[in-house]
């Protein structure tokens, strides 16, 4: 059902074979049994599990490349994988492919605060770099809500964004460079220190590519100074319009919060049941609104932010006082995930986005999908770039639960895609979503972006199955290989 | 050379598969005022994508637009400004540079060449912002790529490829753009008569800083005599100039012009009003000074913290410095002596080099971008034959065969 590459069962009978070759490499970072390897069965799309072929675990970048070539050279699939905490099951296994785990790779390699920036190994957690620079009072933009356990490596492949993307950019816009090592076992540098290459944005193809395309092993990141001051604003509306309309009107107005994020009743509810943030129990819909900058510019922002929510109906306006209110108020949001998860043992958190002004339609839509389906469904959403997470909630062991899950989450990704959206903000496609791909794709849109992949996987080896809804061998793809960069019919004259 | 005008994305397609099966290849040209930049192209036909013009839809209330790929970007920013708002990166009009007629660039030339001005220190290049594109690739298939929305991470990210490509991927036909709020003042603060090491590392300090400068940047003396923004702020007497332009709403910019003064106390200090500092940066951005003087230009990219050594060393006289230093503009002529030293530079402190400006001599002989170790140059050619196999458009315009 999820159409990934079919199991070469030569390549299967290898694995003591493999796994002592793979010691070679790395003595003291092979993973060969069933029992360990369970731990890297899956990522947080847990609905999928694979036990894969073995794991390494390199140290270096030497070894990564050493592994790169050793599998191309035997023609054995790998599958990158950081932290595991993929929503799409971008770090599924494969039953005989290699997961090549970066977790070992997480040294701070430079810190370089005059350059604004870090250089770190990928599988430095997201949450330590800005840990690494908080002291000289600068931090890290990208903040995905998994943070804590979250890789680096993880997030280029992803193009992690998180709550403050709508000011501060996604991965793509806070990465400066990498080093990629690629099949053959090379490493390239795209990017550094520096502003322009020159030569093609390799980078840019780089940031969001799932893993498909090579393995990065080491990441130049943009630093921030440390904004002086915020604010944090609850905001409570009577209904998801009046909300929806306070969006658009402090876009509008000029103002980028540094987060903007939106909860429905039924979320609101859980969250109040779950850990009592203090949201306004009679809210259909509510707005917690962080701006920050200069003292100036967060009083300018916030007075503006409410003069907009009265003319938009809010009868809730409440701006948190000190810390202690602030972290209760983001405690709710923070705790969406959690507090949906005590309704029902499972949940299925979707990812797509659309425009603004779609909002108030989109959302009663989910509602009368929730309903034919019989599932609960809940929305958080990221108000200010239009970026919707409905988190649906179902019991895997109930029959037909996980069908009818994936078919109201399809529901509402072909729903965003009507509205003039994408399946994904910042999840990625995975295989989760990559049935979809046609609803926005056509064939050769698709058969465009195969082509890419190929220009550095020509063997179809890393992280196949993931993001294509169907698997193509490079050859198949109408164009010749080109090998070394050699042009085809190189004897044709090109004036 | 043959010039073929198709009115639509059909007849594009159409003139791609003919000049495939034809064995013939094309120069893209949009507004045409950057034929000169890049390494020389040899095509057999002139691909005028002019025709692919004009504002399809634009939603100011979520920040985007749609334009055909050869809409002049006068025409876009006018809308834009109707509605107080602006393309980020600052797109840069470089035509005059290279003889061309002021104001012609186009949102797909702009893309190609990758143009931003000062701007793009704080918001980023042209990649940044755009989010969607449909283009004709080598194989005549009209293709979409991204989206009409800021956040997606569906499929890859084609549209920042096509972004710096110099056409040599595809020809654009239209485009998406996400656009910001135009700020209401945007004044800045002119360090005089600072030399250009301290110049730089004043530019440096203010990067660190919580104000989000959205200009950077430092003119030598010789520059400053030549700005006519300047002159008509009285400053073009100033012996060095250091540029820190800050962007808001009127009480946070005050603010912040007060907190800069406190911080740069010790050093000489002028206020420039918003129009002096709008003209004033939109000269730095498109290499005005560069209109009058008629030497090469070289573009350096380096580390911010290297710019003064790079700069020594590169033993330009006639130069100027953007983005706190990263990159820096430099009158020197293409010759392989002067490349050599660039390379160097490039190589120590890493960046690139890149010649900007030169007869078309040099641009065939001298390596016009940096050139790329084996393993990159390998993946970019194949990258290239994955959109091109045929290498039908701009052949050669980025490197040998590419």
């Keep these: ?472 061998a490079c050859v198949e793809q109408g164009h010749m290989h080109v090998h070394g960069g050699h042009l085809p019919y190189p004897n044709i004259p090109r004036m | 050379m043959e010039r073929i005008t198709p009115q639509t994305e059909a007849e594009l397609s159409d003139a791609v598969r003919d000049a495939a099966l034809n064995r013939l290849c094309f120069e893209i040209v949009s507004g045409g005022t950057k034929r000169s930049y890049g390494r020389v192209t040899e095509a057999d036909r002139l691909l005028d994508l002019s025709h692919f013009s004009g504002m399809q839809t634009y939603e100011p209330d979520e920040l985007i637009f749609t334009a055909r790929a050869a809409t002049p970007i006068a025409e876009i920013e006018a809308t834009l400004s109707a509605r107080r708002q602006m393309l980020a990166f600052a797109p840069a009009d470089w035509g005059p540079l290279f003889g061309e007629k002021s104001g012609s660039a186009t949102l797909a030339g702009v893309a190609a060449a990758n143009a931003c001005g000062s701007r793009r220190f704080k918001s980023g290049a042209v990649r940044d912002h755009l989010i969607g594109c449909r283009f004709v690739n080598g194989d005549g298939e009209a293709i979409k790529a991204g989206g009409r929305v800021v956040k997606n991470v569906t499929g890859f990210d084609l549209p920042k490829l096509l972004c710096g490509a110099f056409g040599t991927l595809g020809a654009l036909t239209e485009m998406t753009f996400r656009v910001v709020p135009a700020l209401s003042r945007a004044p800045a603060i002119a360090i005089r008569d600072c030399h250009a090491d301290e110049g730089l590392s004043l530019l440096r300090k203010a990067a660190g800083l919580p104000f989000e400068a959205t200009g950077l940047a430092y003119l030598p003396a010789q520059l400053c005599a030549l700005s006519t923004a300047l002159h008509a702020a009285h400053l073009s007497q100033a012996n060095g100039l250091a540029l820190i332009r800050i962007e808001g709403a009127e009480d946070p910019v005050i603010d912040k012009i007060a907190r800069l003064r406190d911080i740069f106390s010790k050093q000489n200090l002028t206020v420039l009003e918003d129009d002096v500092t709008a003209a004033l940066f939109a000269e730095i951005g498109n290499g005005t ?62 960046g690139s080099a890149m010649l900007m400006r030169a007869g078309a001599q040099a641009r065939s002989r001298l390596s016009v971008f940096e050139p790329e170790p084996p393993a990159r140059a390998a993946l970019t050619r194949a990258v290239k034959t994955a959109f091109d196999p045929m290498h039908l458009f701009n052949p050669g315009r980025m490197y040998e065969d590419v």
């Excluded at chain 1, 003069?307 to 969406?336: L, Q």
């Excluded at chain 1, 791909?437 to 064939?443: A, I, L, Q």
């Design chain 1, 1 to 472: 059902m999820l159409n990934l590459p079919v199991p070469d069962p030569q390549v299967m009978a290898r694995r003591a074979e493999i796994a002592a070759h793979l010691r070679t490499i790395v003595p003291d970072g092979v993973v060969a049994d069933d029992a360990t390897l369970t731990a890297y069965d899956g990522d947080a799309l847990t609905a999928y599990r694979q036990i894969p072929l073995v794991c390494v675990l390199p140290k270096t970048a030497e070894q990564v490349s050493a592994i790169l070539s050793y599998a191309t050279r035997e023609n054995i699939r790998l599958v990158p994988r950081g932290a595991g905490t993929s929503l799409s099951g971008g770090a599924l296994p494969l039953a005989d492919g290699i997961v090549l785990s970066l977790t070992r790779m997480s040294r701070v390699l430079e810190i370089d605060i005059e350059n604004r920036c870090i250089v770190v190994q990928p599988g430095v957690t997201n949450a330590s770099v800005t840990r690494a620079v908080e002291a000289a009072g600068f931090y890290y933009a990208p903040d995905p809500s998994s943070q804590i356990a979250c890789t680096i490596g993880g997030n280029v492949a992803e193009n992690s964004g998180g709550i403050h993307c709508l000011k501060y950019g996604l991965t793509t816009h806070n990465l400066m460079g990498v080093e990629l090592a690629l099949l053959d076992g090379e490493r390239v540098r795209l990017g550094g220190k520096h502003a322009d290459d020159g030569g093609l944005d390799l980078l840019g193809i780089v940031a969001g590519s799932e893993g498909l395309l090579g393995v990065v092993t080491e990441a130049t990141l943009r630093i921030l100074p440390r904004a002086p001051a915020s604010r944090t604003m609850l905001l409570g509306f009577p209904t998801v319009s009046d909300a929806a309309r306070a969006v658009g009107a402090i876009i509008a107005e000029g103002i980028i919060p540094a987060a903007l994020e939106f909860m429905d009743k039924r979320c609101i509810e859980a969250v109040e049941a779950f850990c009592a943030p203090g949201y306004p129990a009679d809210a259909e819909a509510i707005l917690i609104c962080e701006i920050d900058g200069m003292d100036a510019e967060v009083r300018d922002a916030g007075e503006r932010i409410t003069a907009i929510a009265r003319a938009s109906n809010a009868h809730e306006i409440r701006d948190c006082r000190d810390n202690a209110d602030r972290a209760r108020v983001w405690s709710g949001r923070k705790a969406a995930f959690a507090a949906m998860g005590r309704l029902r043992p499972d949940m299925l958190c979707m990812d797509g986005t659309i425009p603004r002004r779609e909002l108030p339609h989109v959302l009663s839509e989910i509602a009368a999908m929730s309903e034919h389906y019989g599932l609960g469904c809940c929305n958080v959403f990221h108000a200010g770039d239009g970026n919707l997470h409905p988190l649906i909630v179902f019991d895997v062991m109930a029959p037909g639960d996980l069908e009818r899950a994936e078919a109201f989450g399809a529901d509402i990704l072909k729903l965003c895609v009507k509205v003039g959206g994408v399946l994904s903000g910042e999840h990625g496609i995975g295989v989760e979503k990559k049935a979809l791909m046609g609803e926005m794709f056509s064939d050769p849109d698709l058969a465009q972006q195969q082509r890419l992949k190929c220009a550095f996987d020509a063997q179809s080896l890393l992280n196949p199955g993931k993001v294509f809804p169907t698997l193509h």
């Design chain 2, 289 to 350: 000074p560069f209109r009058q003087h008629n030497s090469d230009i070289w573009r350096l990219f380096v580390p911010s913290t290297r710019a003064y050594e790079a700069l020594a060393e590169s033993e330009a006289s006639f130069w100027y410095a953007d983005w706190a230093g990263e990159v820096l503009w430099l009158g020197l002529p293409a010759s392989r002596e002067v490349e050599e030293r660039l390379r160097k530079i490039t190589a120590k402190f890493g």
